[in-house]
């Protein structure tokens, strides 16, 4: 299970989670890492667009998009009961915030570790935004780097050339995406 921040206004028009370009860039991520996308189920920690909040609603974590994390606690919760994911991975701080019930989070921090919800296993990192627009090339790795464990946590075996290929792999789909970074 894959719980990205907030619907994009495409999710939104299209109700359905990652259903714009940057679903299309997570779904081939997943190819390249071996799993077939239809595997995973995407949703989102955030149920309605935060534009209806105002100008910089998304990143304001004091804002009614942080509180509306509270009001969505309740469905995302019902949801991952439902579907009854092996594992779980928490795209970005709001993902995160809102799936463990906690205030605060740093990504940069928090990204790589493993949390747990019900017993089950939660690996959290940057959102997809997060890496499409930053011009650092430790976030890009940093967040290859997070989708390989939470892969290899799914019992993907990957020896070490694959998992080396795949960070490559990885990476290069990101500079291409973006074209901020010089290799």
Not at 33 to 46: C, D, K, N, Q
Not at 89 to 106: C, D, F, Q, R, S
Not at 110 to 138: D, F, H, K
Request: proline share 5%; charged share 20%.
């Amino acid at each position: 299970m894959i719980i990205g921040e907030f619907p994009s206004p495409e999710d939104t028009r299209n109700q359905q989670p990652f259903s714009g370009w940057q679903g299309q860039i997570l779904r081939q991520l997943l190819r390249i890492g071996g799993m077939p996308p239809e595997l995973a189920y995407l949703t989102t920690a955030i149920k309605c667009n935060p534009s209806a909040f105002g100008k910089n609603s998304e990143t304001n974590h004091g804002s009614p998009v942080a509180k509306c994390g509270i009001n969505c606690c309740e469905f995302l919760h019902k949801q991952i009961k439902t579907i009854r994911p092996s594992v779980i991975l928490a795209l970005g701080p709001i993902a995160l915030e809102t799936l463990l019930g906690i205030k605060g989070v740093n990504i940069s921090k928090a990204r790589g570790q493993w949390y747990e919800w019900n017993g089950i296993p939660v690996m959290t990192t940057y959102s997809i935004n997060q890496v499409l627009n930053s011009t650092c090339e430790a976030t890009r790795k940093n967040f290859a780097d997070d989708l390989v464990k939470t892969l290899q946590k799914l019992g993907l075996t990957l020896v070490r050339c694959q998992r080396a290929m795949i960070k490559k792999q990885l990476i290069e789909l990101l500079y291409s995406t973006s074209g901020s970074l010089k290799k």
